[in-house]
């Protein structure tokens, strides 16, 4: 796994969002799921839509906290209610049948500050159709929770569960791939 960056986010959290039609009928088939920690910012949104002030690195993530915080000052957006999140990837996505390697955009420069402390959660199966930042996580957008077990926070507990998946197929009728392996883990702002 290599380190990829950090993002700001608001969490989804189900008992809060069940007014969500057609999001709810597919989180009542997964009653494990409490909250959803997602790479994706499809139901756990980002702190802004960040690509426009080109902070990223060429992970299309941010290389430290403080860059968010630096960023939110700037533009005077709210970071309260935000959780943050430290993510690795696999070195290789998977194309729908094979692995194949994949690298940051080198375009943009890449310097992530390893967290001192970080709370693994689990991992996330994310597509990237257009190369570039985050698309769709299928195990929340898709609701392929509800045929592949995740923890409460809709994440696999172990890489080789979300290499399994993805090599039996179980993310076949998703999203457009390639899909990378993020591993997911919890930050304190401090």
Same mark, same amino acid.
């Given at each position: ?26 989180? /009542? ?24 002030? *080109? ?25 309260? +209610? ?5 993510? /690795?990837?696999?070195?290789? /996505?998977?194309?729908?049948?094979? *692995?194949?390697? *994949? ?16 709370? @693994? ?24 929770? +509800? ?27 998703? /999203? ?5 392996? @993020? ?5 304190? *702002?401090?």
């Amino acid at each position: 796994m290599i380190p990829v960056g950090y993002m700001a986010k608001r969490v989804y959290k189900k008992a809060e969002q069940l007014k969500v039609r057609a999001i709810t009928a597919s989180f /009542e088939k997964m009653p494990q799921v409490v909250d959803v920690y997602s790479v994706s910012n499809c139901l756990s949104k980002d702190f802004a839509d960040y690509i426009r002030y *080109w902070k990223h690195n060429g992970y299309w993530l941010f290389d430290s906290p403080e860059i968010i915080k630096n960023l939110a000052k700037e533009n005077s957006i709210r970071l309260e +209610e935000t959780s943050l999140f430290y993510y /690795e990837t696999h070195e290789m /996505e998977f194309d729908g049948e094979r *692995w194949v390697p *994949w690298s940051s955009d080198p375009s943009f420069p890449t310097n992530i500050v390893l967290p001192v402390g970080k709370e @693994f959660q689990g991992f996330d199966v994310v597509c990237f159709s257009l190369k570039t930042s985050p698309e769709c996580s299928p195990l929340s957008c898709n609701g392929i929770a +509800e045929e592949v077990q995740t923890n409460s926070h809709c994440l696999l507990d172990t890489f080789a569960e979300a290499e399994t998946s993805l090599n039996d197929g179980k993310f076949e009728n998703a /999203e457009p791939g390639p899909y990378r392996i @993020f591993a997911v883990y919890s930050v304190d *702002w401090s």
